[in-house]
Every structure is written in structure tokens, then in C-alpha cells.
């Protein structure tokens, strides 16, 4: 649990860099992407302003507004959201950061036409490591993990998701990391998460690669 004062996460939605929105002649919006395009025809005024925001950089969904000054909040926001932005995945970066101003933890982004991001939910008791296959690799703005046939790719923004990789070379439990390191558990908890859902995880006690 987060302790009363600690920053709590927030869960972060862009569109990758190289995805243009084209406004069309009918109201439907194209996304011109790496692999084709996606056509989305009569797009609800909330999905079209999410995605004309998410164009410019990482938004927080509860705060988007189908009219301004005018927030959609509650389940109503997700019903129309999440089906629409799950279609969208090997599109969209997904980004994990903290509630205090400091920027992002990490962010995953998409490979391949058919990669879909899902967070699991990892027990606290069930071993996790990396795949043997994943290397860590040095960039101008962080670290980035990757492993060969993987749909994503993981960017480490901060030093507090590169704590949690280096405890992931043997296999160790979730409750074993958020004992081990300086942060809130739902913080080690939602990195293992993110980390799993890109594919640089190998859950339980086998052997895989």
C-alpha cells in the first residue's frame, strides 16, 4: 500500500512519434502510421479529442474532454475510450510515472502491427526474472530494454525502474522486490507490471528463456 504523503502512479497514453492524425473529408480521422493506416469513421468527440492530444504527447485519460471545460468522468469515459484505444495499440505508447512532477518512470512502445499491451496481475508471492534474452542498453535520455522478437520495447526514464531490473536477474517475488528497494509497494508492483506486459518477463518458477 502507499503510505499517506508518498506520490501515487500515474498511467500515461501517447501516440508513437511517427503516427500523424489526418482529419477527413466525411469527420472520420486517419492515423497514418508505421504500417498503414487506420481509418476511424464517426469517432466520438471524446475518442477524437483524446487522440488530437495524444498526438502532441502523454495525456492522462480522466482528464480528457469531449467539450472544453467539459470532463467526461466515470465509467462512461472508459466505455468509449478503452475499446477504441485497444483496436489503436501497436500505435499508441503506454507510460508509467509518479504523481510528483518529476517526470515518467518508463514507457513501452510498440514494435509490430500485432503487438497489444495488457497489464497482468502478478501475485505477490510469484517469482518473476527477465528473459534471458533481454539487453540493456545505454541511450541519450535513459536506458532502454529490448529483446529480440519481442512486440515492445521498454524506455527507463529514471533511476527508480532501473532499481527493479537489476533485482530481476534470478527469479524473485514481487513482495521480495518492494522489500528490498526504497519505493511504495504499488510502485515496485505496477513497474513488474509494465515489464511483464511488454514481454521482458518470465513469470513463475520455470525455465523459459
Do not use: C
Not at 472520420?28 to 488530437?52: C, K, M, Q, S
Not at 518492494?178 to 505496477?190: D, F, K, N, Q, W
Amino acid at each position: 500500500m502507499r503510505s499517506e504523503g508518498e506520490p501515487g502512479t500515474v498511467h500515461l497514453w501517447s501516440l508513437r512519434e511517427d503516427v500523424a492524425i489526418e482529419r477527413e473529408d466525411d469527420g472520420g480521422l486517419l492515423l497514418v502510421g508505421p504500417w498503414g493506416d487506420e481509418r476511424i469513421g464517426d469517432a466520438h468527440p471524446v475518442l477524437r479529442e483524446a487522440l488530437y492530444r495524444m498526438e502532441l504527447g502523454p495525456v492522462l485519460l480522466s482528464n480528457i474532454e469531449s467539450t472544453p471545460g467539459v470532463p467526461m468522468l466515470g465509467a462512461g469515459l472508459y466505455l468509449i475510450l478503452l475499446p477504441a484505444l485497444r483496436r489503436l495499440s501497436h500505435l499508441i505508447v503506454r507510460t508509467l510515472g509518479l504523481a510528483d512532477l518529476r517526470g515518467p518512470l518508463l514507457s513501452v512502445l510498440p514494435l509490430t502491427r500485432p503487438a497489444v499491451f495488457v497489464l497482468p496481475r502478478l501475485g505477490e508471492t510469484e517469482p518473476v526474472r527477465l528473459h534471458r534474452g533481454v539487453t540493456l542498453l545505454l541511450e541519450a535520455k535513459g536506458f532502454r530494454l529490448e529483446r529480440g522478437g519481442a512486440q515492445h520495447r521498454v524506455l527507463l526514464h529514471r533511476p527508480e525502474p532501473m532499481w527493479v531490473v537489476a533485482m530481476l536477474a534470478a527469479a524473485v517475488t514481487p513482495e521480495a522486490v518492494a522489500r528490498a528497494l526504497p519505493l511504495p509497494r504499488t510502485v515496485t508492483r505496477e513497474i513488474l507490471e509494465y515489464l511483464a506486459a511488454a514481454g521482458m518477463l518470465v513469470r513463475g518458477s520455470g525455465s523459459g528463456n
